[in-house]
């Protein structure tokens, strides 16, 4: 690899990594020391102190009188900046809220940054039967939102990612998704990200635009079990939200 490409390769590792650190903080599980932390994520536990010590430094978590780690005021403000920027956050949110307790699964809000696909809210109902994942970046042609925000934007993908052998690789096979997507409406990803679990995506429109997917992800086992059922459910919950909006 040049060297170039090698810094920049660190740098996008670097901000996964951070990202999935902010990722594990959540209301259920407010504050992390740093042994929890990093056995959560199956890193090493120097790993894990280096990027919460560097998170605080920046003004992203503050450290507790206990020696723990907790979201600082900063992050806060942030969001609030996100939702006057983006109107139709908060409504996104409560949908995502609802979604997860009616179908008793993981939900999730995902947008596009430039091209990437960026998961910015997820909610796991305590009866899903996957935890919930940690990456804030997403593979775009192997994930139910990456297909919907590719086919809404008409972007086409500068590679293929293969997480799985389920996961599409070829220009073919892509297009014959995005039609069907385009045609149906929602997406679906059936192992093609993470091997055992399946996500349902839809698209989410403001002001007669797509502008996030959202949907569902649970285990490989239940989708296949009961995917009518919860495909309806899912599009008549985003239906319901739509007529009111």
């Not at 979604?99 to 899903?128: M, N, T």
């Not at 239940?222 to 319901?240: D, G, H, K, P, T």
Request: hydrophobic share 40%; aromatic share 8%.
């Amino acid at each position: 690899m040049f060297p170039v490409l090698s810094v920049y390769a660190g740098h996008v590792l670097s901000l996964q990594k951070a990202a999935s650190i902010l990722g594990a903080f959540s209301a259920e599980q407010p504050e992390w020391g740093v042994r929890a932390l990093a056995a959560h994520l199956n890193v090493p536990r120097a790993t894990a102190h280096a990027y919460l010590a560097g998170l605080t430094e920046a003004g992203f978590l503050r450290r507790t009188p206990a020696g723990k780690y907790r979201l600082s005021w900063h992050i806060a403000e942030m969001g609030a900046h996100l939702t006057s920027a983006l109107p139709w956050f908060q409504d996104a949110r409560a949908l995502i809220t609802r979604l997860a307790l009616d179908v008793r699964s993981v939900a999730f809000l995902c947008i596009l940054e430039g091209e990437e696909v960026v998961c910015a809210i997820r909610e796991r109902h305590p009866d899903a039967d996957i935890d919930q994942p940690l990456d804030i970046y997403l593979p775009a042609t192997a994930t139910a939102s990456g297909k919907i925000l590719y086919a809404h934007a008409d972007l086409q993908p500068r590679q293929f990612a293969a997480p799985t052998q389920s996961s599409i690789t070829t220009p073919d096979e892509w297009r014959t998704e995005v039609a069907r997507v385009r045609r149906r409406g929602y997406a679906y990803s059936i192992e093609e990200w993470i091997p055992g679990q399946c996500t349902l995506g839809v698209p989410y429109r403001h002001g007669g635009q797509v502008v996030a997917a959202i949907g569902v992800q649970m285990s490989a086992r239940r989708y296949l079990r009961e995917e009518r059922s919860i495909r309806e459910r899912v599009l008549q919950i985003v239906r319901e939200e739509e007529d009111q909006g």
